[in-house]
């Protein structure tokens, strides 16, 4: 029997890597998917312009689940603008295969990162790139109607 999701996808969700709630995190991003409805938590820790530290709670199908493993392994370590790059294609050329009906899955990722940068950026009054702001805007009207 072929499986509906690849390897990676599989051990990703079942063994997935920073997973949980972060005390005191230097930014929280929430990004919902308007697909679904699923909805990711991730928290990051900041020293020295780096992501020292990374944690994810998503509440979503494996693909959701995977992505936020991968992710939060692609972005820790990184300097916050380094991390402001990655996009669900770096996430899915680790992952590999994912069902066609499932590639809504995998934009839950950047979008949350990107919150989570933001978050910081505004609580330590640093100067938010415009494109940044723009997404941070979209996201906000997406969760809303989301929630109407
Ligand atoms: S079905 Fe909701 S994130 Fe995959």
Not at 7 to 28: R, S, T, Y
Not at 100 to 113: F, N, R, T, W, Y
Request: glycine share 6%; aromatic share 6%.
């Amino acid at each position: 029997m072929k499986y509906l999701y690849s390897k990676k996808v599989m051990d990703h969700f079942l063994h997935p890597k920073n997973m949980g709630h972060m005390k005191n995190a230097d930014g929280i991003g929430i990004a919902g998917n308007p697909v679904c409805g699923d909805i990711m938590y991730l928290y990051i820790k900041v020293k020295d312009n780096k992501i020292v530290d990374i944690k994810f709670e998503t509440l979503g199908c494996p693909v959701a689940i995977a992505v936020s493993s991968v992710l939060t392994d692609l972005a820790k370590g990184k300097t916050l603008e380094e991390a402001l790059k990655i996009d669900n294609k770096d996430i899915l050329k680790v992952l590999g295969e994912v069902p066609p009906i499932k590639m809504h899955c995998s934009v839950l990722g950047d979008d949350a990162l990107h919150e989570a940068i933001y978050d910081y950026y505004k609580k330590n009054n640093k100067q938010i790139p415009e494109w940044l702001e723009k997404k941070h805007q979209q996201i906000i009207k997406r969760n809303k109607e989301e929630h109407h």
